[in-house]
């Protein structure tokens, strides 16, 4: 993602992971769409991140200026195709961990959370957020 700030202050970067569960027999094409959107607007906005979806649930990490970050999370409450939205994990980072993608998506055919988690006998919020790094979308 090209810098933001012509070189002065370093960019403020936002951060938030979250986990929602998924309307029930979501299509593929219903989930490329909200990607495709995604892109477009987080684009706009300046934001970046990855969704993961995997048995009904979806994990997602956004970063970028928390104003905008935090105006997004408001809609993302409101929308109908995900119930549960729970926060995970938020706060400030010192760079972007996504700055290449405005929004990254993965299913388990890419790598699953749920085998990763039971692997490392560990399911905590850091190792939702190191796997989400890790996989290979
Ligand atoms: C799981 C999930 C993830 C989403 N992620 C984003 C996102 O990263 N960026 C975004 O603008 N909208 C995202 N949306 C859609 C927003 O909830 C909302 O519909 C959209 O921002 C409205 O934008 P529009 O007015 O351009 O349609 C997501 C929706 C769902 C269900």
């Known amino acids: 993602m090209r810098d933001m700030n012509n070189g002065d202050a370093p960019e403020e ?10 309307l029930p027999h979501m299509t593929a094409d219903e989930i490329s769409g909200i990607i495709e959107r995604s892109a477009e607007n987080n684009r706009r906005m300046e934001l970046t991140g990855c969704l993961h979806h995997e048995d009904g649930l979806f994990f997602q990490w956004l970063e970028g200026p928390p104003i905008v970050l935090f105006r997004l999370l408001d809609k993302l409450r409101d929308d109908s195709r995900h119930l549960d939205m729970t926060v995970l994990d938020q706060g400030k980072l010192p760079r972007r961990l996504f700055p290449d993608w405005q929004m990254r998506y993965s299913d388990r055919t890419a790598g699953s959370l749920m085998d990763w988690l039971q692997r490392r006998d560990d399911s905590s919020v850091g190792s939702i957020g190191t796997f989400l790094r890790e996989i290979r979308a």
């Open 13 to 22: 970067v936002g951060f938030c992971l979250y986990r929602s569960v998924a």
